[in-house]
């Protein structure tokens, strides 16, 4: 089994930043890809950012040049710095890795969500 935890969410102001983290651990082989995605009420889950193995980094477009994800291997670890938050981008944000567990068999997991509202 592998777990994802997500922390860092909160109430923030317009304009304000926050950082999420995100730990995987358990049964963890090797991981591939991680990301972000959200989920405000009554919408669908989208992604936000996703960072490869390798360092490459892809972002929404409605992130860009606001968000940084950032992935520190070592630690099965997963970041993301949001600077220039807006009350739209009030969501339950969810980490999300893909990778192989000890018994080789490949899986996508998701952490349990943190909230983070944007709001004066």
């Known amino acids: 089994q592998v777990q994802l935890v997500e922390s860092g969410g909160g109430l923030v102001q317009p304009g304000g930043s926050l950082r999420l983290s995100c730990v995987a651990s358990?049964?963890?082989?090797?991981?591939?890809?991680m990301g972000w995605y959200r989920q405000a009420p009554g919408n669908q889950r989208e992604l936000v950012a996703i960072?490869?193995?390798?360092?490459?980094?892809n972002y929404a477009d409605f992130v860009r040049g606001r968000f940084t994800i950032s992935r520190d291997k070592a630690k099965n670890t997963v970041y993301l710095q949001m600077n220039s938050l807006k009350p739209e981008d009030t969501a339950v944000y969810y980490c999300?890795?893909?990778?192989?567990?000890?018994?080789?068999?490949?899986?996508?997991?998701w952490g349990q969500g943190t909230q983070v509202t944007v709001s004066s």
């Open positions: 358990g049964s963890i082989l090797s991981l591939n890809g």
């Open positions: 960072i490869t193995n390798g360092g490459r980094t």
């Open positions: 999300n890795a893909e990778g192989l567990d000890t018994s080789i068999t490949y899986g996508v997991y």
